[in-house]
């Protein structure tokens, strides 16, 4: 029975399904489960295993599953690496997602996942399956929500930079929170030149000047800013997905530029803060609306190629950074 949201309350007899490219956020939804299952374990020392199935196949997690405990009572196992699984691991996985046992609680932990693949498919029709892959405007929402509890006030402009910064590396947010608040000691307002000063910045600005090397068909330089990323430690399918989020944002510019509205209104018409409207105008004057259209409809078949099976993702995104500065 397919479901949106990790559980408020644990049971037996349940299969979640947890997966998504916000690997930190499904962690995070892993440890409070964990944390639940162990509160309402009769004994927390064997209320929860994990079991890599890259390792052991499916089979010692089965026989685990499948044990009645000793105890009673409820217990949690987390399966961790589903997509190493061999086709009759597979199914023998199915089998047990339809019919679990009662006093179990099992989490399958997958990460990024190909959904168009039968048995994705299938894993999370049997079960309770809840992808973490928020949205630009939940991605947002969730800054804003991590900033409102820090207890750090921002100026307005401030907010805004700390949200372009972090909405597409959320799971960086709060170490640069509390690295911003010993840095702020006891002033009480973030300023943008406290962030400038303090705060690790994420690709975005990387993204802004990769934008700007391909739109003036700068090849080495576009090539080299990607490698720097990927140096980093970057996800490939996060980078892609920023680069066309701007080419978006520089499309719809124009758009509502030629319709000769207000900054104002054009800047909430694109989701931009107005403090960093004039950098996304000056990008949009480099490269034309056929120009962005053809780029963004080519990031999204390379975004369906990077999501598929056995890939060298990195390789992708470059051959793609080589076709757009053609």
């Not at 949690?76 to 046992?101: F, H, T």
């Not at 030149?193 to 990387?206: E, H, K």
């Amino acid at each position: 029975m397919p479901d949106n949201s990790p559980p408020k309350a644990v049971k037996g007899g349940e299969v979640y399904f947890f997966h998504g490219a916000e690997e930190h956020l499904l962690k995070n939804a892993v440890a409070d489960v964990k944390r639940l299952v162990l509160a309402a374990a009769e004994d927390p020392t064997t209320g929860w295993n994990v079991h890599d199935l890259a390792a052991t196949g499916v089979g010692s997690l089965l026989a685990d599953v499948r044990t009645v405990s000793f105890f009673g009572g409820l217990r949690g196992v987390l399966a961790i690496n589903p997509d190493k699984l061999e086709e009759n691991d597979q199914a023998e996985l199915m089998r047990y997602a339809e019919n679990p046992s009662p006093d179990v609680l099992l989490v399958v932990s997958a990460g990024k996942i190909d959904g168009r693949l039968k048995f994705w498919k299938d894993l999370s029709a049997k079960t309770r399956s809840v992808k973490f892959d928020p949205n630009e405007k939940e991605r947002r929402q969730i800054v804003a929500q991590k900033l409102k509890d820090s207890g750090i006030k921002f100026e307005p402009s401030a907010a805004a930079m700390m949200t372009e910064r972090f909405e597409n590396r959320i799971s960086f947010l709060d170490a640069e929170l509390d690295k911003l608040e010993t840095y702020l000691g006891t002033k009480k307002t973030a300023t943008i030149a406290d962030i400038s000063a303090c705060v690790n910045a994420p690709p975005m600005d990387s993204v802004f000047d990769l934008v700007d090397s391909i739109a003036l068909k700068q090849r080495g330089e576009s090539l080299e800013i990607l490698k720097s990323l990927m140096d980093n430690g970057e996800i490939p399918v996060m980078i892609l997905g920023m680069i066309a989020r701007q080419f978006r944002i520089l499309l719809l510019l124009r758009t509502f530029k030629a319709q000769n509205l207000p900054m104002n209104e054009i800047a909430k018409k694109c989701g931009v803060n107005t403090f960093f409207f004039p950098r996304y105008a000056e990008q949009a004057a480099k490269i034309n609306s056929e120009t962005l259209k053809k780029n963004i409809v080519c990031l999204s078949q390379a975004d369906l190629r990077i999501k598929s099976a056995g890939v060298n993702e990195w390789h992708i995104l470059e051959q793609e950074i080589i076709s757009l500065t053609r």
